[in-house]
């Protein structure tokens, strides 16, 4: 079974400034996609970005990008020139490959708490 | 984009009754739908994969004759939490798979959520 860990349960930061948010997994799987959700007060889920584990090339979305260690089973998400709006939970998440059955369905970290101040 | 839509946002129940709560695909077809559950402060849970036509898959712990699942068009799935109690107070999500082909057109689209609140 996958697990996914967020070892950071909130991490503040200033406006403008970059944070950085931690995620590490475990698979057996080879192929598989690895996703960042943002929920903020709302609760309303927000897909912040994707990552396909056969890419190589980080993907970047605006101000947020990731780190993906395939061989560390990592997965940092980065967000650069931080706005209040940003403030929210954040939840990594695991996906299987899109040619299994049960594509779609996603394992999800503990999630951790982004504060940003003025 | 895909939307997702759940009905009722926020429903409260007394004791012993059972509650229904909706989840549709506006504007795509979903054969396959899943059902979270998100306590306070928690991640989200996956309760059970909702299937159009056939008989949903609940992950272990979660009981199947309590929280029933119908999955019955290819846009509408339908968790019915039954005999509820106050613990089983809490936040309720669906997500809708969209997208055939390539690995790039595949998606998920999560809907806004149901609060239920069992007094």
């Known amino acids: 079974a996958q697990t996914v860990t967020q070892s950071q349960p909130e991490m503040s930061v200033q406006e403008a400034e970059t944070v950085t948010l931690s995620c590490t997994y475990d698979t057996s799987e080879s192929d598989y996609y690895l996703f960042w959700y943002k929920q903020p007060p709302s609760r309303q889920m927000i897909l912040v970005i994707r990552q396909e584990a056969y890419k190589q090339q980080n993907a970047t979305e605006n101000r947020f990008s990731v780190n993906f260690q395939k061989a560390a089973k990592s997965f940092s998400l980065k967000i650069s020139d931080s706005q209040l709006g940003d403030a929210a939970m954040y939840f990594c998440a695991y996906g299987t490959n899109w040619a299994t059955d049960s594509w779609g369905k996603l394992q999800f970290g503990a999630g951790t708490q982004v504060v940003v101040t003025p | 984009g895909a939307v997702v839509s759940q009905h009722p946002s926020w429903v409260i129940c007394k004791s012993g009754t059972s509650v229904k709560i909706e989840c549709r695909s506006l504007?795509?077809?979903?054969?396959?739908m899943f059902w979270y559950r998100q306590f306070p402060k928690q991640s989200l849970m996956l309760m059970a994969t909702s299937n159009e036509g056939s008989k949903a898959t609940y992950e272990q712990g979660v009981e199947k004759d309590k929280f029933l699942i119908n999955h019955a068009s290819l846009t509408l799935s339908t968790l019915t939490v039954t005999s509820a109690h106050p613990e089983d107070s809490s936040f309720y999500i669906c997500?809708?798979?969209?997208?055939?082909?390539?690995?790039?057109?595949?998606?998920?689209?999560f809907g806004p959520g149901t609060r239920l609140t069992v007094t």
């Open positions: 997500s809708a798979r969209a997208g055939t082909g390539t690995s790039s057109l595949r998606r998920q689209y």
């Open positions: 504007d795509f077809q979903a054969t396959t």
